[in-house]
């Protein structure tokens, strides 16, 4: 009882209040490479070439890596539960761009300024296809979004969604209750939009070699232990050669339950061995991460006339969306079948 009617102070509330170094890029090494990613202008398109030799020469850069430089392992980036229920459709970089915002090249450089001016040099001829771009016209679309032969499901409902054609978010719950006869139904549709959580801490990782060999990396992420997992798949790293730090967050509300920014200094100190970070803008946040996604709830209720008892209600409920990794410009996804 000691502790009641007692207010205990906030354990880090000074550190807070007086701006010490708390948060991701606050403890970043300050030689650090600086990581940019160059992202796709456009919704759906095969990458026929990229140019990156101007780029490469450019002094201050000390690596730029394009989809043919990279393991192609797919995975994804989900982090809400294992076995994911969302399709290992994500690489780290592709050959196809399927949003807006979608990877294209990676580059590091020892400072900003080189690092951006690197992404301008860089020259990428894209053969465009056709995109799906809403719920509703994805149903339908014959548009193959991933004509590629390593996409996998691992889940029970992801097995069931592979025997067609069309992935999407479609569920159905509610209780049919024979001998009861329903007398009165309530249909109703109902809509919502994208949401985009705009926390004040944008998206940020760093990451650096320990002096035992091991891949630190440090992120503003609410998943640490997804984010580990995660990272070992999609790097083709054991998990024990992996750590992940989550210090104090600026916000998330859920954006940060993907992993998103922690690939890019990830893969870059692994191949050069030297501290890397990047730090999203907010341009990169809404452009290059995943949202509350759009959805459409069919909602069917049923009710039995009596007044002796309760009635008994009846729920049917259908949801069209999206899976939990998938970017917000696809609502349902067509993949090639095998």
């Known amino acids: 009882m000691k502790h009641v009617l007692k207010s205990p102070p906030k354990k880090d509330g000074m550190q807070l209040v007086q701006g010490f170094p708390v948060y991701t890029d606050d403890l970043a090494p300050k030689n650090a490479l600086i990581v940019k990613v160059l992202r796709s202008p456009h919704a759906f398109a095969r990458i026929r070439s990229i140019k990156t030799e101007a780029a490469k020469k450019l002094p201050g850069v000390v690596c730029v890596l394009t989809w043919e430089d990279v393991p192609r392992i797919p995975y994804t980036r989900a982090g809400q539960c294992y076995p994911e229920l969302s399709a290992y459709d994500k690489f780290i970089l592709d050959e196809y761009v399927r949003h807006v915002g979608d990877d294209v090249a990676i580059v590091a450089a020892k400072d900003e300024a080189s690092a951006d001016k690197a992404l301008r040099l860089i020259r990428v001829d894209y053969e465009r296809l056709t995109p799906v771009l809403d719920m509703e016209s994805a149903v339908d679309s014959?548009?193959?979004?991933?004509?590629?032969?390593?996409?996998?499901?691992?889940?029970?409902?992801?097995?069931?969604?592979k025997e067609t054609s069309l992935v999407r978010f479609h569920l159905n719950w509610g209780i049919w209750m024979k001998p009861f006869k329903i007398s009165i139904y309530f249909k109703a549709r109902y809509t919502t939009q994208a949401q985009a959580q705009a926390m004040l801490e944008s998206h940020r990782s760093y990451s650096y070699l320990d002096q035992n060999g091991r891949l630190n990396v440090v992120s503003s992420t609410q998943i640490p232990y997804h984010t580990r997992r995660i990272l070992a798949r999609a790097l083709d790293m054991p998990r024990h050669q992996i750590r992940v730090v989550k210090p104090r967050?600026?916000?998330?509300?859920?954006?940060?339950?993907?992993?998103?920014?922690e690939f890019y200094p990830a893969l870059v100190t692994k191949l050069t061995g030297k501290p890397a970070k990047i730090v999203y803008s907010r341009r990169d946040v809404f452009r290059g991460t995943t949202s509350r996604h759009g959805m459409r709830f069919d909602i069917t209720l049923g009710m039995t006339k009596t007044v002796k008892s309760q009635p008994l209600i009846w729920m049917v409920c259908q949801i069209l969306g999206l899976t939990a990794s998938m970017p917000k410009q696809h609502l349902a996804l067509r993949v090639k079948k095998s």
Do not use: N
């Open 249 to 261: 967050i600026g916000g998330g509300f859920g954006a940060k339950q993907t992993a998103h920014s």
């Open 142 to 161: 014959q548009t193959i979004v991933h004509p590629e032969s390593e996409f996998s499901l691992i889940s029970m409902l992801a097995v069931i969604l």
